[in-house]
């Protein structure tokens, strides 16, 4: 190493010789054991444990259902519930589907035409007063079932009683100087024969009783208008029906530009329910009009209760565009006042019967890419799916217009796991044999498994000891 000056002072004050000293040499380290084979026995501890947790989940959600006797019992083959419909399915890797099968039959189905309405009635009337007044008496009550012509409030008739006595005046006096210009103008004209009048006098006398017959006329009208208006002072019931809440009470100045009038009447029987028929189906009511009248029916909102009957009444005279229906009417007598005005109800209209139909469950019937079809149980306790043709489908049961002869069985319930050819096992079948083997099984533990009802092989307390006393002496 070169040797450098060292500074004091601002001068050079001695030179320090470098010191050589031997460095000792580095030890290496120490050999670290190679980790690469720990990395590969870790790598395949995890691959190995991943692979035994696929093989348990894969024998989990694909091994085949046990029969239950079988698998308590030990029993042989075939001896449990299922029998060899689940054996079957255990060998093909799953067991059958359970189903439900219900045999087509025969029936007469009627074709009905089912809709929305609205009851509507025939009339609602605002009962208005004709003349201005004191209201002195309400004769109703609210809700209360009317006649027509039924009085419902009275004004006080005072004023039009002096008026109609008014007009009763005048006409008699107007009549009184009729009859006196008539026997004027008799007169008159027996003078003219004689030449001792001149006939001015008496075309005037003739003019003026023309003149007091109009007076007459209309003094007459007068009373009618008076005698009118008195009557308009007894307010009376225009239509029977139902009133409705009372709109005014006694003692106020009601007249005839009131708007909530007296009270409101809305008759009940007969009353209409207003619906809509698609106009795909409109000639068909018509031809069904034709033959005689057209029964209807009026269900609740539920269609559970059915309200009245009635028929059919008419069609409107043209379609709505926007909904492409035509409107129509059904009438009912509502004898027993079912049917409320406004209220929403189902209504049923019955076209015409399809006789010895056959018919199967709306559950039976499937749709796919080729169109409707069943699965039909074979005798080998196999289904078979066949395309039929649909037919009129009510609620619970659709007509089969081709396709299913009667009494073949078809699949009502499962049928959604099925495909053509698929094994299968009835619901039926396996309650009873379940139902069958309850008896043979043991009784049951608290912890859930079953001993043998024998107690052959019941392990019991003091069991050697129990056997040699029960055992028989020789």
């Given at each position: 190493m070169r040797d450098w000056p060292r500074l004091h002072g601002g001068g050079i004050v001695s030179i320090v010789p470098a010191l050589h000293m031997p460095i000792p040499p580095a030890e290496p380290p120490p050999h670290a054991p190679p980790a690469r084979p720990r990395r590969w026995l870790?790598?395949?501890?995890a691959i190995v444990g991943l692979v035994a947790l696929g093989a348990l989940a894969w024998y989990l959600t694909q091994r085949p259902a046990a029969a239950p006797a079988q698998g308590a019992a030990g029993g042989p083959p075939g001896a449990g519930p299922?029998?060899?419909?689940?054996?079957?399915?255990?060998?093909?890797?799953?067991?059958?589907?359970?189903?439900?099968?219900?045999?087509?039959?025969?029936?007469?189905?009627?074709?009905?035409?089912?809709?929305?309405?609205?009851?509507?009635?025939?009339?609602?009337?605002?009962?208005?007063?004709?003349?201005?007044?004191?209201?002195?008496?309400?004769?109703?009550?609210?809700?209360q079932m009317v006649s027509k012509s039924q009085l419902l409030a009275q004004i006080d008739p005072r004023p039009f009683e002096l008026a109609l006595m008014q007009a009763t005046g005048a006409r008699q006096r107007d009549e009184a100087q009729l009859q006196n210009a008539r026997l004027t103008l008799e007169?008159?004209?027996?003078?003219?024969?004689?030449?001792?009048?001149?006939?001015?006098?008496?075309?005037?006398?003739?003019?003026?009783?023309?003149?007091?017959?109009?007076?007459?006329?209309?003094?007459?009208?007068?009373?009618?208008?008076?005698?009118?208006n008195l009557e308009y002072t007894r307010?009376?019931?225009?239509?029977?029906?139902?009133?409705?809440?009372?709109m005014v009470d006694p003692g106020n100045?009601?007249?005839?530009?009131?708007?909530?009038g007296v009270a409101v009447i809305?008759?009940?029987?007969?009353?209409d329910v207003q619906f809509t028929i698609p106009q795909d189906r409109v000639q068909e009511v018509l031809a069904r009009l034709a033959d005689g009248p057209l029964p209807a029916r009026a269900f609740d909102r539920t269609r559970s209760a059915l309200l009245e009957e009635g028929r059919f009444a008419t069609l409107d005279n043209l379609v709505d565009t926007t909904t492409g229906t035509v409107k129509g009417k059904a009438r009912f007598a509502n004898a027993k006042g079912m049917l409320f005005p406004n209220q929403f109800v189902n209504l049923q209209l019955e076209l015409?019967?399809?006789?010895?139909?056959?018919?199967?469950?709306?559950?039976?019937?499937?749709?796919?890419?080729?169109?409707?079809?069943?699965?039909?149980?074979?005798?080998?306790?196999?289904?078979?799916?066949?395309?039929?043709?649909?037919g009129?489908?009510?609620?619970?049961?659709?007509?089969?217009?081709?396709?299913?002869?009667?009494?073949?069985?078809?699949?009502t319930e499962g049928a959604d796991r099925l495909k053509d050819g698929a094994s299968v096992q009835l619901a039926a079948d396996l309650a009873g044999a379940r139902a069958a083997s309850g008896p043979r099984g043991g009784t049951s533990r608290a912890d859930g498994a079953s001993w043998p009802r024998d107690g052959a092989s019941r392990p019991r307390r003091g069991d050697r000891g129990d056997r040699a006393a029960s055992a028989p002496a020789p």
């Open positions: 870790g790598t395949l501890i299922v029998g060899r419909g689940a054996l079957g399915g255990a060998r093909g890797g799953a067991p059958p589907s359970t189903v439900a099968v219900v045999r087509a039959r025969r029936a007469d189905v009627p074709v009905l035409l089912d809709s929305l309405g609205t009851v509507t009635p025939l009339a609602t009337v605002t009962v208005r007063p004709q003349v201005s007044g004191v209201l002195t008496q309400v004769l109703f009550t609210e809700g007169r008159y004209r027996t003078l003219l024969s004689q030449d001792s009048i001149a006939r001015q006098d008496v075309d005037t006398q003739d003019a003026l009783v023309k003149q007091l017959e109009g007076t007459v006329v209309t003094d007459r009208a007068n009373e009618g208008t008076a005698k009118l307010i009376v019931a225009p239509v029977a029906g139902r009133v409705g809440l009372r100045l009601i007249s005839s530009t009131d708007t909530n809305t008759q009940l029987s007969p009353i015409r019967t399809i006789g010895d139909a056959v018919v199967v469950p709306v559950s039976a019937l499937r749709n796919g890419p080729s169109g409707d079809f069943v699965y039909v149980l074979n005798e080998d306790k196999t289904v078979s799916q066949r395309s039929v043709k649909r009129t489908a009510s609620a619970d049961r659709v007509v089969i217009a081709s396709g299913l002869q009667v009494g073949e069985p078809v699949v």
